[in-house]
């Protein structure tokens, strides 16, 4: 069963960083693109980037170049998004998600969510 | 970026109506277009993607339409699981957006 299962929530203070981990089931990293998102409290989705976990390459969201980091260890088949200068802005769920039987932007496998929480 | 306008913002509706949602957007997105499923506290499911076509287990009540800026998610018959949050989205042009949400609630 094809499946990504994210690390759990995070209560972090203003300024400092989150790293969220996203972890394929099911199938090899490596073999599709993956895209995270998030969605702030009573709000819509915003995408953050994506990340090639092949070759590792990425692509963010001009609102998160400098704060955004996407990497992957294929060795255990784990993908990473890391936020840094957090702000109260940030607080929201924050979704990996894997395009592998629809096309491209099209994500029909989503992980489970990690809530990020920034309070002082 | 591309803005994504869904509406209406709510719409109630009674279990066996037909429903038609929209999605406008500000750009040409051509055929990349997708519709997304969200219930409380659960992940987006993807429903059509490429415009019109079910994802995979998607039932056959729902079905997608529209090219270019305008767009409609049409579900024949509501059943009861179908009362959630609905987001369209393009991935025709960086960054990805979606619209703000239509929200279906019973009557």
């Known amino acids: 069963q094809v499946q990504l299962v994210q690390s759990g929530a995070e209560v972090k203070k203003p300024g400092t960083s989150v790293k969220v981990s996203c972890k394929a089931s099911g199938y090899t990293l490596t073999g599709y693109y993956l895209h995270w998102a998030r969605q702030a409290p009573g709000q819509g989705l915003e995408w953050v980037g994506w990340l090639n976990p092949n070759s590792g390459v990425t692509r963010y969201t001009q609102k998160f170049l400098g704060r955004v980091s996407m990497t992957r260890d294929t060795s255990i088949n784990t993908a990473y998004m890391e936020l840094t200068s957090l702000t109260s802005d940030d607080t929201a769920v924050y979704y990996c998600?894997?395009?592998?039987?629809?096309?491209?932007?099209?994500?029909?496998?989503w992980g489970q969510g990690t809530r990020v929480a920034v309070s002082s | 970026e591309i803005v994504m306008t869904q509406s209406p913002a709510t719409l109630s509706v009674s279990p066996g109506e037909r429903v038609t949602l929209s999605c406008r957007g500000s750009q040409n997105v051509g055929f990349n277009f997708a519709w997304y499923q969200q219930k409380p506290g659960r992940a987006p499911r993807l429903l059509i993607y490429n415009r019109s076509i079910r994802a995979t287990g998607v039932p056959a009540r729902f079905s997608g339409s529209g090219s270019g800026t305008e767009f409609t998610l049409t579900i024949s018959s509501l059943q009861s699981e179908d009362f959630a949050v609905y987001y369209c989205q393009q991935y025709d042009d960086w960054p990805y957006t979606l619209g703000q949400g239509t929200k279906l609630e019973i009557k």
């Open positions: 998600a894997a395009v592998v039987t629809a096309s491209t932007g099209a994500c029909d496998v």
